[in-house]
């Protein structure tokens, strides 16, 4: 008897009832897909032993030129490398912004607009919203490209140790995110303080 393929798409679709998701991943836990097969994920290890003043908002994992395993991640006020030996570099930009730790809504007094609610108390929780700082991280190749949400600038990192990362050039400010194509073009997302701008073909060098 012939075996007879069965094609499911890769990934879980959980919208709706199970008959909404015929024919696809319903639910699974610790796989991921490869190849768009459907695979466990592989054993864990714990690759650095620190501990840090904040917590980490934003991550990423590639290998680079030379096969050697990398890791960066950014937290509020600060962005490290990680090599393969475990090794931890502060890669901080000198010019990143203060970051917030922790997202909040800003009622005390002088937060939200003048004249709103009684003289002296603190406001309803319609006031302003802080968010928390996150970092967008990706590669440009075998560089770290990133940019920390409330410092809006896109910075690069040439994976020398002895430096860190650094502002692009020309690149534009006030920036929310960035993502890199397949092409390897930079999207800068919300450029320019503009939620629905997007600035793309920023030159990394």
Known sequence: MPYLPIKIAPGFYRNGTDVDAAGRWRDGSLVRWEDGSLRPIGGWRQR??????????GALAWIDNGGDQRLAFGSANKLYAVNKAGTITDITPTSVASGNVHAEVETGYGYSAYGTEAYGTERADTGNYSEATTWSLDNFGQLLVGCASTDGKLVSWDLNGSNDAATITNAPANCKALVVTEERFVFALAAGGNLRRVEWAIVIR
């Open 48 to 57: 650095v032993d620190s501990n840090f003043t904040e917590p980490p908002r």
